[in-house]
């Protein structure tokens, strides 16, 4: 963890001495460790798609064989055979727990008390945004695809729609985390969530174009 903590932290000072501004290195930085797993949560999008059309599968069986048991046994056997999910699969996506864990860190101990051109109305990047403006953007970034599937501009794609109650749940989560968390930590946050919402955005966009083709 310690090695993980020094790289990242010699290639974020690098970054500000490219830019002169931590601001936007920490975007740089944030953005390049996602890069990295692309790969990685491409393939677990991909298995939890395989999951979510077993599962439909398994359903639709259970209501055709409900009343012959002996049927039923034997087409949900095919069905766990033929689609059977390698969990080995996921593991790689835990990768990520030691690593965005060190990003935070790097982000989170820094003593230099300064501010950044992106959040000009905060003095420096130690203290937690005064108005309040990162924590709600952040929410609105994290939910976006999810917002989009609601209001039917992404509605027959892959993204699980949300209620607006977990909307509203998962949304002033994020809010109450980062309200008193330094503007650091929002700048991560956000370029985290922007990433992840268009990689999730392209990847249905991609499948659903897919599927119809």
Known sequence: MNIIFTVFNNIFNGLYGITGDYGIAIIILTLLVKSLFLPMSIK???I???QQET???????KEKYKHNKVKLDEE???IYLGNSVNLLGCLPMLTQIPIMYSLYKVFSSMVVEVGTKLVPWISTLNVADPYFILP???AIVQLLPNILRTIGILKNTSIGKLTPMNLVMIGGFSILFLVKAPAAIALYMIA???YSAAE??????YSNKKCVA
């Open 44 to 46: 677990q999008k991909k």
């Open 48 to 50: 939890m798609e395989k």
């Open 55 to 61: 599962s439909k599968k398994i359903e639709m069986i």
């Open 76 to 78: 949900l056997q095919k």
């Open 136 to 138: 709600m953007f952040t």
């Open 192 to 194: 985290t969530s922007l």
């Open 200 to 205: 999730q955005i392209i990847y249905s966009i």
